[in-house]
């Protein structure tokens, strides 16, 4: 299994940032001065760290109908086999859960790639994304910014969870459809988890900005206005 970076190591992260092309503020006069790039990455490290904190968790992905995978519509593509091994919801449901059981994996590998990426990337125009009226800017340009590595990152984790999965009817789904292209089926979830993972970001970045205060840092405060 890969190494997560946990909450500890993206606060420390966060907080050995340093600024870089210092601003301040107009209204922001009893907080220190601050680079608007700083305040954009922080949003995103503590919008990324607890949208991580909620999906490592047992069923983070199943138990959330923001970030629930459903079954690859390929599967129902192939001659109706998912029909005759799939005889009601219930069963449905449990090969579904399967699958979501496997983003685990997926987002454990995931998670240092985006902690990376929000380090490093170039943040373009931070005041737009600061006074954006979209509660999810700053989630949305970063998503774009790092296209579908994510995805590509998350493919062989779910080829091999589709491989070695315990859950016997993935096992009979697998020896049901001949020639079943698991490749295929592991990029859709794949495609499915990346949406997911931004997404859950996205939650928490609309949270922080209705309540900034609640973050407890000088520079998220005042970037949003908080005195």
């Not at 907080?15 to 680079?35: D, E, K, R």
């Not at 599967?75 to 685990?104: C, E, H, Q, W």
Request: aromatic share 6%.
């Amino acid at each position: 299994m890969s190494q997560v970076v946990g909450p500890i190591n993206r606060r420390a992260l966060l907080g050995g940032m340093t600024s870089i092309g210092v601003l301040a503020l107009a209204g922001c006069s009893s907080f220190p001065a601050f680079s608007l790039e700083e305040a954009v990455r922080r949003l995103l490290f503590l919008s990324s760290d607890r949208a991580f904190a909620r999906l490592l968790q047992p069923g983070g992905f199943w138990d959330d109908q923001v970030t629930r995978l459903v079954l690859p519509e390929s599967l129902g593509n192939r001659g109706g086999v998912l029909t005759r091994i799939l005889t009601g919801p219930l069963m449905k449901d449990r090969l579904s859960r399967a699958f979501n059981d496997m983003a685990y994996e997926a987002a454990d590998r995931a998670a240092p790639a985006v902690t990376d990426a929000v380090r490093t990337i170039g943040v373009r125009n931070a005041l737009a994304l600061i006074r954006s009226s979209d509660p999810m800017a700053a989630t949305a340009y970063l998503h774009q910014e790092m296209g579908t590595s994510l995805v590509e990152l998350m493919v062989p984790e779910f080829g091999d969870a589709i491989r070695v999965s315990r859950e016997p009817l993935v096992g009979e789904l697998l020896a049901a459809l001949t020639g079943v292209d698991v490749g295929g089926i592991a990029q859709s979830l794949a495609m499915q988890a990346d949406n997911a993972i931004f997404r859950a970001i996205g939650r928490e970045e609309a949270a922080i900005r209705a309540d900034p205060r609640s973050t407890n840092d000088p520079v998220l405060m005042a970037a949003f206005g908080v005195k």
